[in-house]
């Protein structure tokens, strides 16, 4: 079992920069990835960004690619995920998701096997 917790969500305006984390905990060593991911009211869960956890390589949607930057502490288990020049319509929950087996479907849901519970992030305008 992996167990995943978020934190750093907020309220901030257009223009503002935040920063989100996911310490993973259990057995982390089995995790292959690890990635954002983000859902809106009314709307489907949405890729953001996902880091492969042995090689350190990043892969973005195009959303948010040049705004958001993933990285990870490898000693603290933690995966960051960067957020500069927010725009009203990155309003979401943020998911950290962690996949323990090997897959390169990076921005498929289905693909992860653990979830957290999310943290909002409310951009106004």
């Known amino acids: 079992q992996v167990q995943l917790v978020e934190s750093g969500g907020g309220l901030v305006q257009a223009g503002d920069s935040l920063r989100l984390s996911c310490a993973a905990s259990?057995?982390?060593?089995?995790?292959?990835?690890m990635g954002w991911f983000r859902q809106a009211p009314g709307k489907e869960r949405e890729f953001a960004a996902a880091?492969?956890?042995?090689?350190?390589?990043?892969y973005y949607a195009d959303s948010v690619k040049g705004r958001f930057t993933i990285s990870r502490d490898n000693a603290k288990n933690t995966v960051y995920l960067q957020m500069n020049s927010l725009k009203p319509e990155d309003t979401a929950v943020y998911i950290c998701?962690?996949?323990?087996?090997?897959?390169?479907?990076?921005?498929?849901?289905?693909?992860?096997?653990?979830w957290g519970q999310g943290t909002q992030v409310t951009v106004s305008s």
């Open positions: 998701a962690a996949m323990t087996y090997y897959s390169r479907r990076y921005a498929t849901p289905s693909e992860y096997n653990y």
């Open positions: 259990g057995r982390t060593f089995s995790m292959s990835a």
């Open positions: 880091l492969n956890w042995s090689g350190g390589s990043t």
